[in-house]
């Protein structure tokens, strides 16, 4: 049976489709808003801080807000960095799928668009996130192995800041990756490379221009190419593909910038350059309106991407001394998370019991109320 679908239906695209997510409509920014949005979430907590320790009182260390050293915006976005790369370590060692990786990275970076590590130390977050991920992604592992896998964590910890974080992810919880996209162009490229379309695809393939000595894909000419080696060639450019998938877009904004096609065709382009740009010629013809931009906007991914190394990341040294620093400065009302969210779990149980005996009187109310309307009981008479 066919089912005749409306027109508006049948015309929409993937980036259509995409446009509807709540990763497009809450979590994408041009660079020129991310940078203001950050500015505001540091200037916020820097003014958060100084009104707590101003009002703290006796205790000198908690005092004088204006003279604390504050953690720059810069070294709290190299703090955000660190520790997606811990997560990254963390999902290695636990053998997590690439997914939750991807999820996670992306929870902890969205928390602190809204909150600053001077508020929520990431070392004290970046745990909560992974597990969240775990839980999204269909792991389901259970927060108490979860914590002894993490060094024998304790799980209140963990789950102290669940609900926070779910607060600052605005309660949506899909992360659109490029993981899959990537993977439907190593296919595509497959076929093309088997001669699936057409036999003259599979000719100009072997024709091809060799990838430079810039690219990513560690695929080198043969002496003779052959179909065989054209598929060895797609093969190489997927597997440098996934890896700059795997480090330098989750440690970048790539995320925030760009669509998961974007990324992915970003991707292809540093792995193996001569062979992405042969495919937009096939795929893109010469007078799409749209053609220089969707060129343009890969590139521009392709350069974000590229332009990352593991340099830039903190050393263990850096980062002890920036987390010392933090200590310094750190938000006083925040400090013990767990202490924090079992008053509150107490005081809404609290609530809920006031709520019960509330309902319990109101409902004995009503049933009295009930019976004095027809009167009392009827009572057998001597007569009767």
């Not at 050293?69 to 070294?75: G, I, M, V």
Request: aromatic share 8%; hydrophobic share 40%.
């Amino acid at each position: 049976m066919t089912i005749d679908l409306p027109p508006e239906v049948r015309a929409m695209t993937e980036d259509d489709v995409y446009r509807t997510s709540s990763q497009y409509r809450l979590w994408s920014f041009s660079p020129e808003s991310l940078a203001a949005l950050r500015k505001k979430t540091h200037e916020l907590a820097v003014e958060r801080i100084q009104q707590q320790r101003g009002n703290s009182g006796g205790d000198s260390s908690e005092s004088d807000g204006d003279d604390v050293d504050f953690l720059t915006l810069e070294e709290e976005l190299l703090l955000v960095q660190r520790a997606c790369e811990t997560i990254r370590a963390s999902t290695d060692m636990l053998s997590w799928p690439a997914q939750v990786k991807a999820t996670a990275v992306q929870y902890i970076r969205r928390f602190y668009l809204s909150n600053s590590p001077m508020t929520y130390p990431p070392k004290d977050i970046y745990k909560t996130c992974l597990y969240l991920a775990n839980k999204t992604e269909s792991l389901h592992v259970e927060v108490s192995d979860f914590a002894y896998q993490m060094g024998k964590s304790n799980p209140a910890e963990i789950l102290a800041a669940e609900y926070k974080v779910m607060q600052a992810l605005r309660f949506t919880l899909d992360v659109r990756q490029p993981n899959r996209g990537l993977k439907g162009i190593h296919i595509e490229l497959q076929n093309m490379a088997e001669g699936l379309s057409d036999s003259e695809t599979k000719d100009e393939m072997r024709k091809l221009a060799f990838p430079g000595v810039e690219a990513r894909s560690e695929w080198r000419p043969p002496k003779t190419a052959d179909a065989r080696h054209v598929r060895d060639r797609v093969d190489a450019a997927y597997a440098a593909a996934r890896e700059l998938l795997d480090a330098p877009a989750l440690l970048t904004d790539v995320y925030f910038l760009y669509t998961p096609s974007q990324i992915a065709f970003a991707a292809m382009q540093i792995a193996d350059p001569p062979l992405v740009s042969w495919f937009f010629a096939s795929r893109l013809p010469l007078d799409l309106p749209a053609r220089r931009t969707i060129l343009a906007t890969i590139r521009a991914c392709a350069d974000m991407l590229a332009d990352f190394s593991e340099g830039q990341l903190l050393s263990k040294e850096q980062r002890g001394k920036l987390e010392a620093k933090l200590e310094k400065c750190r938000d006083p009302s925040t400090r013990d998370m767990v202490k924090s969210h079992m008053a509150k779990k107490g005081g809404e149980a609290a609530a809920n019991d006031e709520k019960a005996k509330k309902r319990k009187l109101e409902r004995e109310a009503g049933t009295k109320e009930g019976v004095d309307v027809f009167g009392p009981g009827l009572t057998a008479g001597n007569g009767a």
